[in-house]
C-alpha cells in the first residue's frame, strides 16, 4: 500500500510559477514510478508527466512539455511538479499518482493523492 499526499497548490498569476510536491509513504514507496494528473472542471481527468523509481527516466504529455517538470527525491519518497508561465487554462486539481510501472501510472495507476487545487487568475 502506498500513500500520497499532495501540496503546493494555491492561486498564482498567469505568467507565474508553482512547485507542486507529492510525499509517499509505505512500503517500498521509493521504487514506484510516479505520476501527475490534473481535472479542470468539467473535463476529464488528464495525464501530464511520469518518472520512473530511480528519477531517470520521465515523459510527459507534449501539449505541456517545456512547461512542467517533474523530478523526484526518492531519499525523501517526495515528487515535484515544477509549474512555469502558467495559463489561466492550467487551472485545475492537480493529482499525484504510483504504479510498479512507468507505462501504467500514465493510465491506470494503483494508487492516487486526494489532490491539490491550482487556480491561475489572468
Known amino acids: 500500500q502506498v500513500h500520497l499526499v499532495e501540496s503546493g497548490g494555491g492561486l498564482v498569476q498567469a505568467g507565474g510559477s508553482l512547485r507542486l510536491s507529492c510525499a509517499a509513504s509505505g512500503r517500498s514507496a521509493s521504487v514506484y514510478a510516479m505520476g501527475w494528473f490534473r481535472q479542470a472542471p468539467g473535463k476529464e481527468r488528464e495525464f501530464i508527466a511520469g518518472?520512473?523509481?530511480?528519477?531517470?527516466?520521465?515523459h510527459y504529455t507534449n501539449a505541456l512539455k517545456g512547461r512542467f517538470t517533474i523530478s523526484r527525491n526518492n531519499a525523501e519518497n517526495t515528487m515535484y511538479l515544477q509549474m512555469n508561465s502558467l495559463k489561466p487554462e492550467d487551472t485545475a486539481v492537480y493529482y499525484c499518482?504510483?504504479?510498479?510501472?512507468?507505462?501504467?501510472?500514465?493510465?491506470?495507476?494503483?494508487?492516487w493523492g486526494q489532490g491539490t487545487q491550482v487556480t491561475v487568475s489572468s
Open positions: 518518472i520512473n523509481w530511480r528519477g531517470d527516466n520521465a
Open positions: 499518482a504510483a504504479d510498479k510501472d512507468l507505462i501504467a501510472v500514465a493510465t491506470t495507476p494503483d494508487y
